[in-house]
């Protein structure tokens, strides 16, 4: 990055992240919503149980920033759908763990391989850079979770 003063925002690796990620958001959003019936919150809540096997609702809560009744309302709705079973903790009955169907994966699976097929399109217009580029995000992303607040 320069010290251009006059460099426009638009311009800058933030902005231009930003523009990445909402567009990723957008068609996740879309797909969801629009295909499959859940919404975005929904979907990261089953990637969420599948990512973190036997996570509680205050794990997943925690992992995503969401509230604990956002949480707890929307994983009630994905067991009614039959999407996600609960289970409470034995040692610790206020713990309530939560776990994926069968049903609740197949439609997991389906999503995010549409997802992934769709971003493969737009991340292979790269070509032989592509894997540069990953490796950068993951050098970031690694960076990130080690940085302080005020990096």
Do not use: W
């Amino acid at each position: 990055m320069t010290d251009d003063p006059h460099r426009r925002f638009a311009d800058t690796e933030v902005f231009l992240l930003h523009e990445i990620a909402a567009y990723f958001d957008r068609r996740a959003k879309a797909l969801s919503l629009g295909t499959h019936g859940l919404t975005y919150t929904e979907f990261l809540l089953l990637l969420a149980v599948r990512e973190m096997p036997d996570a509680s609702q205050n794990t997943i809560a925690q992992t995503f920033n969401f509230s604990a009744s956002t949480v707890s309302q929307r994983v009630a709705r994905l067991v009614d759908r039959g999407l996600l079973t609960q289970r409470r903790d034995e040692d610790n009955r206020r713990i309530v763990h939560v776990h994926l169907t069968e049903s609740g994966q197949d439609l997991l699976d389906l999503v995010y391989d549409d997802l992934a097929r769709r971003a493969s399109v737009v991340f292979d217009s790269l070509g032989d850079r592509r894997a540069c580029f990953h490796d950068s995000l993951v050098e970031l992303c690694r960076f990130l979770q080690h940085a302080p607040d005020a990096a």
